[in-house]
């Protein structure tokens, strides 16, 4: 019985240890601020807005995918892939694949897109840079919901989210 017990153990922390972490935007932006502050050990640098902020925020070249149909913004390799719900599973079925692309950003506007926006494998080896997906929802949801829509076995990749205040 001690055996059972030891194993059902170790399984729950292997299963538990594979699962991908998501967090608020708000909540990652915040840790990065604290960590740039303790490798600036006080200087001016550490106001500075970060790189993921950055990515996050500023205007980027960007891959934009909506209503099905593919649009390309600014002169260099696009460094942002946007989309909706509705058009995420063409990320699959894309022809090409943009080797720069590090976010990728997909807007819930409804209850029923934090149903469909599932990430799959398919997606990601067409854009296989990625190093942050966010999911920008206009509709509250929780990290239980937002997990649900990531591979559970999702490696190298941060998940972050954030709820839009619509007026």
Known sequence: MKTLLTLAAICFTLSTSFAQQVVSVKE???GQKTQQG?????TSS????SAVESMLYDVQPSI?????????TGNTPAI???????SL??????PDR????AVLEVRIRTKQDLQSAMITSAMLEKISNVQYIIFKSDVPCTVTEIKKLVPATLTGITVLYDVQQTS
């Open 38 to 42: 303790a490798q600036a050990l006080g």
């Open 89 to 94: 599973s063409f990320i699959a079925t894309m």
């Open 64 to 72: 934009v995918l909506r209503n099905h149909q593919k649009q390309v």
């Open 46 to 49: 550490s106001s500075s807005k």
């Open 98 to 101: 943009p080797a720069k692309v």
């Open 80 to 86: 942002v892939l946007s989309t909706d719900a509705a």
């Open 28 to 30: 990652f932006l915040a």
